[in-house]
């Protein structure tokens, strides 16, 4: 697979750089990404959030209007990333679609991802519902499926993980030398969710539409529908 190549060292440096920014994308268009990203990527004020806008939506799989890109914004594997209509994506975030066999990263309408916020995949997907807020400091990591709702708010420094589990059984290989992906499901949120800041959602622990999840909870199990739950494990305190 062309993650583990790329990791692994083989092939020429420009090789590499190339399969882990843009996979199987034709060298003209990385070309021009790269023109554009180095160019247009750390442009401050009006000019650059207009020219961002009007230029980099042709280097994704898909972008609606309105697009608004802070500075020095990482994005990878650009045709795997489709936006909707009014997307806000603020400084110093990444959103990284990489992987060989996977669909990629897709944000819906009115979505805001906030101040170095990641969001990234290692060959899993990622969908962000309309008008999804990610706060700023967040991480969203997915190598199975990862599904936030519409209308569901993140708080800061929260961290979100499909995936990304490591064979504890076993004893002969280095966590080190493991890849990282084991999943025991995909991890959805449903629709109109709250979660305070620094909130952690485990692998497969999903939670359900009109939650809310207190500041600092750890989610390790699912938490059903129309619920209010904290804490590290996370318990469910009542119903909404």
């Given at each position: 697979m062309?993650?583990?190549?790329?990791?692994?060292?083989?092939?020429s440096?420009f090789?590499?750089?190339r399969?882990?920014y843009?996979?199987d994308?034709?060298?003209g268009?990385?070309?021009?990404?790269?023109?554009?990203?180095?160019?247009l990527?750390?442009?401050?004020?009006?000019?650059?959030?207009?020219?961002?806008?009007?230029?980099?939506?042709?280097?994704?799989?898909a972008?609606?209007?309105k697009?608004?890109?802070g500075?020095?914004?990482?994005?990878?594997?650009?045709?795997k990333?489709?936006?909707g209509d009014?997307v806000?994506?603020?400084?110093n975030?990444?959103?990284?679609?990489?992987?060989?066999?996977?669909t990629?990263i897709?944000?819906g309408?009115?979505v805001?991802v906030?101040?170095?916020?990641?969001v990234y995949?290692?060959?899993?997907?990622?969908e962000?519902?309309?008008?999804?807020?990610?706060?700023?400091?967040?991480t969203?990591?997915?190598?199975?499926?990862?599904?936030?709702?519409?209308g569901?708010?993140?708080g800061?420094?929260s961290y979100l993980?499909?995936?990304?589990?490591?064979?504890?059984?076993?004893?002969?290989?280095?966590?080190?030398?493991?890849?990282?992906?084991?999943?025991?499901?995909?991890?959805t949120?449903?629709r109109?969710?709250?979660?305070?800041?620094?909130?952690?959602?485990?692998?497969a622990a999903?939670?359900?539409?009109?939650?809310?999840i207190g500041?600092?909870a750890?989610?390790?199990?699912?938490v059903?529908?129309?619920?209010?739950?904290?804490?590290?494990?996370a318990?469910?305190?009542?119903?909404?």
């Amino acid at each position: 697979m062309k993650i583990k190549a790329a990791r692994s060292g083989g092939g020429s440096a420009f090789r590499r750089y190339r399969n882990l920014y843009y996979g199987d994308s034709g060298l003209g268009h990385v070309l021009h990404a790269e023109l554009l990203v180095t160019v247009l990527g750390p442009m401050p004020g009006p000019a650059g959030l207009l020219l961002r806008g009007a230029l980099y939506p042709r280097l994704f799989g898909a972008a609606g209007g309105k697009l608004l890109i802070g500075r020095n914004v990482t994005f990878r594997h650009f045709r795997k990333i489709r936006f909707g209509d009014n997307v806000i994506v603020d400084d110093n975030a990444v959103i990284d679609a990489k992987g060989a066999t996977n669909t990629g990263i897709s944000i819906g309408d009115n979505v805001f991802v906030g101040r170095n916020t990641i969001v990234y995949c290692k060959n899993g997907d990622i969908e962000l519902g309309n008008g999804v807020s990610l706060s700023a400091n967040c991480t969203v990591y997915s190598n199975n499926l990862l599904r936030i709702g519409d209308g569901t708010v993140v708080g800061a420094y929260s961290y979100l993980l499909s995936g990304g589990e490591y064979d504890m059984t076993d004893a002969q290989t280095p966590f080190s030398e493991q890849d990282g992906m084991r999943s025991d499901g995909p991890l959805t949120i449903g629709r109109n969710c709250w979660l305070g800041a620094r909130v952690t959602v485990l692998d497969a622990a999903c939670i359900g539409e009109h939650c809310v999840i207190g500041a600092g909870a750890v989610v390790t199990r699912p938490v059903p529908a129309n619920r209010v739950a904290a804490g590290v494990p996370a318990r469910e305190m009542r119903s909404l």
